[in-house]
């Protein structure tokens, strides 16, 4: 089945340990896009990618940085995690910016 | 003020009850407005629809939107164990940032057998 695989499903790392999440899609969408959602909160929009072009919100901190090497993978790079960046990570994708976006099962990340 | 407000429950019925789930919101730029339910360990998958004002059904399934009041409502027909979960209601504009999916917190809900 076509869809959206995100490695690892739990992470764990120690406070300023540099930390990669990766997602994957069989979907051959061109937009990527990566969430973070604490708990009992609204996913928030970390970045997106359309194709190459490469879109950061404007809150999301410096710590977080991405990666799409080609249409089927991103990358989530956290440099220096802190206590607060624990959270769900979400991947999703889109055929262009629709309302419809795809989402993979998420990766839960822990800070130690 | 949040763009999106959704109560967060969490909301527990008995099977069979009819389910209310709404949102406010402030931004009267959104256009098209989303319903994604949330299962447990998984990503938020796509409900429901609705672009501009107007009621849509689908199977147990309606969606409400009212601009002018900027409030938008989720029901649940007959409701099933199944359909336990948390209930994301999101919002989108048109162009620029305001196609970036808004969403708000989310109601978890629990249908009792």
């Keep these: 089945d076509a869809m ?8 764990v790392t120690q406070f300023g340990k540099p ?4 997602c994957s899609q069989t979907l051959n969408h061109n937009v990527m896009y990566w969430y973070q959602q604490k ?14 072009d490469f879109n950061n919100e404007a809150d999301t901190p410096d710590n977080f940085q991405s990666r799409r090497p080609n249409t089927s993978f991103c990358f989530l790079d956290i ?5 607060g960046d624990a959270a769900m990570y979400l991947c999703a994708t889109s ?13 839960r990340l822990t800070v130690t | 003020q949040k763009e ?4 967060p429950g969490p909301l527990s019925v008995p099977e069979g009850a009819i389910v209310s789930l709404n949102c406010t919101y402030s931004n009267s730029a959104f256009q098209y407005f989303m319903w994604y339910r949330q299962y447990s360990r998984k990503g938020p998958e796509l409900l429901m629809y609705t672009y ?14 009212d601009k002018s009041s900027k409030y938008i409502s989720l029901f649940i027909r007959d409701s099933q164990p199944s359909d336990s979960a948390t209930y994301l209601c999101a919002m ?10 808004i969403f708000g917190k989310g109601t978890k809900l629990s249908v009792k057998p």
Excluded at chain 2, 4 to 7: I, K, L
Aim: positive net charge.
């Design chain 1, 4 to 11: 959206v695989i995100q490695n690892p499903r739990y992470q």
């Design chain 1, 19 to 22: 930390v990669t999440l990766s």
């Design chain 1, 39 to 52: 708990s009992s909160q609204a996913p928030k929009l970390l970045f997106h990618y359309y194709d190459k």
């Design chain 1, 79 to 83: 440099r220096s995690p802190g206590l």
């Design chain 1, 95 to 107: 055929p262009g910016v629709t309302y419809e976006q795809y989402f993979g099962p998420g990766t």
């Design chain 2, 4 to 7: 999106v407000e959704q109560d």
């Design chain 2, 52 to 65: 501009s004002s107007g009621n849509k059904e689908d199977g147990r399934f309606t969606a409400q939107v």
């Design chain 2, 92 to 101: 989108k504009g048109v162009g620029g940032s305001q196609g970036n999916l």
